[in-house]
């Protein structure tokens, strides 16, 4: 089984920053991408930002340029650093892992981690 362990979350004004880190653990094979997620009420949850083992990048629009995601390959654990943060950002924010288990892709969540942006 694998586990994944958010934290970096809380409470920042507009124009701050956070960092967010997410540790995973236990039966790890073969990662091809770690990233991060997120969902304001009553909205669906969507991608921030993904890094794959070779460490290509991808990013939601709104977050280009404020938000940086990097990895520890050794470590199994992805960052994501927040800069010039929105009201618009505040939302749970998701860790998720994809690896491939003997030809097979499986997909596993963290339990998330708030992040709240007053004005």
């Known amino acids: 089984q694998v586990q994944l362990v958010e934290s970096g979350g809380g409470l920042v004004q507009a124009g701050g920053s956070l960092r967010l880190s997410c540790a995973a653990s236990?039966?790890?094979?073969?990662?091809?991408?770690m990233g991060w997620y997120r969902q304001a009420p009553e909205k669906q949850r969507e991608l921030v930002a993904t890094?794959?083992?070779?460490?290509?990048?991808n990013y939601a629009d709104s977050v280009k340029g404020r938000f940086t995601i990097s990895g520890d390959n050794a470590k199994n654990t992805v960052y994501l650093q927040m800069n010039s943060l929105k009201p618009e950002d505040t939302a749970v924010y998701y860790c998720?892992?994809?690896?491939?288990?003997?030809?097979?892709?499986?997909?596993?969540w963290g339990q998330g981690t708030q992040v709240t942006v007053s004005s």
């Open positions: 998720n892992l994809d690896q491939t288990i003997v030809a097979v892709r499986k997909n596993y």
């Open positions: 236990g039966s790890i094979f073969s990662i091809n991408t």
């Open positions: 890094i794959t083992r070779g460490g290509v990048t």
